[in-house]
């Protein structure tokens, strides 16, 4: 015991006059640091040290991280777009300081006011817009000068079970615009949120360019009674420790395992979660993530926070707004009134409440969902919900799959599969770890084959350039299976809100998932898929945050696959 404590302790203290030498001498070099990761053997004292040897990783500057730039390199074409793309979710930060950052001087949701811009007598209409201004202060009560908030806003009546995502533009000098379409008649009372300061949100982006490995994953080896357990992860430090490449070979994304020290590679068995790596933050850092006091905390109105909304006028009168009608633009996906989603993307909604309209409607299909536990929500509500389509028992892990559910009477067929690494689940059977664009790559497809894509919670913890890359192979076979069987229905499931607390910010924070839903929302724009906006549909509805959104918001998200599958025709009477 107490050896093991001076083991550590002069660990740390050649460590401490260490990392200050290193600081001292070139702060710029820290931000190579990236991916260091963990030996299985020696967890524990070898984080410690990851995080402060500088490992030999090459040299990069801000564009290109190391994870985000294994595997094969990108076209032309492929860097332009990813240029874009990280353009486009590009996020202020605070200005540089040369101290280190105090809670008092960062963003407070209880000092912090929102005014909605009404002006007396003024009657508002469906079809108008409605606009809050917010100014944030910090924890002393003095107004903020810099953006880079994150915010969250809401329009809705508890009374009429109606919502609607609100739309937040950054002035950059402290103070946020909230723009809500008026969509239904009755009252509307505005919800803005601070999910995460400003000061909070840089910590978020360090972690991810810096601490790629802060989830690291593990295999287990065997090969007859013998068996080994080592790292894996999309890159690992190349401190002479040898390494397996299970690169697939297709497309080029990469995974690595460290090498086990008797066994060959190919006796990998599986796949799992190692863990998440603790202590990421500072002393400082620390207090910016505080359940309570500033996640996901309301931000009250210094007035009014509700009008009452009447039916739309005749004529148009014009908008009065602070913010130039071209800097919003107001489209939403939908909105929610008396708690069902109204899709505004041109999806005419049918609410499938009987089963046999869902059996109906699914006749003849085969319905393939891949992704992560969002997609396996789906396809348990089928099953619990139309007791004709019977879950056939495949001795898979419930959470992992493959699963399968079957109605032989109607012909009806649906499977569930997790997408490959980095999936964070318990245990996957290495045969059983499958790249999406693959299995995509191995359907025939047709107007008889559903297709429905969930992939974004386990990629939070990358650069945003891992994710680019692997919705491009994705979006190739999407394309190809578009191109040899034209007709394939194919949904995407975008990312969504959830549940935060201090821990869990660090790695599944919302502001994460935004940015990735960005980029998912761009990539996939103007290709023949149905988009189900998880992200307003947890956003305008009453219920609380949930990483596993609530039976209720699903079945929402049912019925508008099915009217997309099923739609609205002359003869149906639904
Ligand atoms: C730090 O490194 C950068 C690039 O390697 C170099 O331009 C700069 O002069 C270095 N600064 C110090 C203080 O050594
Ligand atoms: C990022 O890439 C662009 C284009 O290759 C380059 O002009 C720019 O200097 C790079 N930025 C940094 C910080 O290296
Ligand atoms: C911040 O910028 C907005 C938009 O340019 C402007 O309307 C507002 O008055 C500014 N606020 C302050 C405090 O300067
Ligand atoms: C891993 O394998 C891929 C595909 O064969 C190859 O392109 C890549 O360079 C390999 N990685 C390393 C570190 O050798
Ligand atoms: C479906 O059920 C909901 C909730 O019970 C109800 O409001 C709605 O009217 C029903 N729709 C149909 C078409 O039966």
Request: with cysteine; glycine share 6%.
């Amino acid at each position: 015991m107490s050896r093991k404590f001076s083991k550590v302790a002069v660990i740390f203290l050649f460590l401490a006059v260490f990392g200050l030498v290193f600081l001292l001498r070139n702060v710029s070099i820290m931000e190579n640091w990236n991916c260091h990761t963990v030996s299985a053997l020696d967890q524990h004292q070898s984080r410690i040290q990851s995080s402060l040897i500088p490992v030999n990783l090459p040299t990069s500057n801000h564009n290109h991280t190391f994870c985000g730039h294994l595997g094969q390199k990108p076209s032309r074409e492929e860097e332009l777009e990813e240029r874009n793309l990280l353009d486009s979710i590009s996020w202020p930060g605070p200005p540089p300081r040369s101290s280190p950052i105090v809670l008092d001087q960062t963003s407070d949701p209880v000092h912090s006011l929102f005014t909605l811009l009404i002006k007396e007598g003024r009657e508002w209409h469906v079809g108008d817009q409605l606009e809050a201004l917010v100014q944030m202060h910090d924890f002393q009560g003095r107004p903020k000068h810099y953006g880079g908030d994150f915010l969250l806003a809401r329009l809705h009546s508890p009374e009429l079970g109606a919502g609607v995502a609100g739309k937040v533009l950054d002035h950059r000098n402290g103070s946020y615009s909230a723009v809500f379409p008026l969509l239904w008649v009755g009252s509307a009372q505005v919800e803005i949120t601070l999910v995460h300061s400003s000061e909070a949100v840089a910590v978020l982006r360090r972690l991810r360019e810096e601490r790629p490995d802060r989830v690291f994953f593990e295999s287990l080896f065997r090969s007859g009674s013998h068996s080994e357990t080592t790292v894996c992860n999309m890159c690992l430090p190349t401190v002479q420790k040898p390494q397996c490449n299970y690169t697939d070979l297709s497309t080029g994304e990469p995974w690595y395992c460290y090498k086990p020290k008797v066994l060959g590679c190919d006796t990998r068995i599986n796949h799992a979660k190692g863990g998440y790596v603790k202590n990421l933050l500072t002393s400082k850092e620390a207090p910016l993530f505080q359940s309570g006091v500033n996640i996901k905390v309301i931000i009250h109105a210094s007035g009014p926070d509700r009008i009452n909304v009447l039916p739309p006028r005749k004529d148009r009168a014009e908008v009065e707004s602070s913010v130039k009608p071209e800097a919003i633009q107001l489209s939403p996906s939908g909105y929610y009134y008396e708690d069902s989603w109204r899709p505004l993307n041109g999806v005419i909604m049918r609410q499938f409440n009987e089963s046999s309209a869902i059996t109906q409607c699914l006749k003849n299909k085969v319905i393939y969902m891949y992704g992560d536990s969002t997609a396996r929500q789906w396809f348990e509500h089928l099953p619990a919900f139309v007791p004709e389509l019977k879950q056939f028992n495949l001795h898979s892990p419930k959470n992992v799959g493959p699963s399968m559910a079957v109605d032989s009477t109607h012909n009806i067929l649906l499977k569930y599969r997790c997408h490959g690494p980095p999936i964070r689940f318990s245990t996957v059977i290495a045969s059983e770890l499958r790249y999406i664009f693959n299995e995509l790559d191995g359907l025939s497809g047709g107007p008889n084959t559903i297709v429905v894509l969930s992939i974004w919670s386990h990629f939070s913890t990358f650069p945003v350039e891992v994710y680019i890359r692997r919705l491009r192979h994705i979006r190739r076979a999407v394309l190809r299976l578009l191109d040899r069987a034209p007709g394939t229905i194919i949904v995407i499931r975008s990312a969504n809100l959830q549940a935060l607390d201090p821990e869990v910010s660090l790695y599944n924070s919302d502001w994460y998932s935004l940015q990735l839903d960005e980029v998912h929302r761009a990539m996939f724009k103007g290709l023949n898929v149905l988009l189900v906006d998880a992200w307003q549909m947890t956003l305008a509805h009453h219920f609380p945050h949930a990483l596993h959104p609530p039976p209720a918001i699903i079945k929402n998200m049912i019925d508008m696959l099915l009217s997309h599958v099923c739609p609205v025709t002359k003869k149906s009477h639904q």
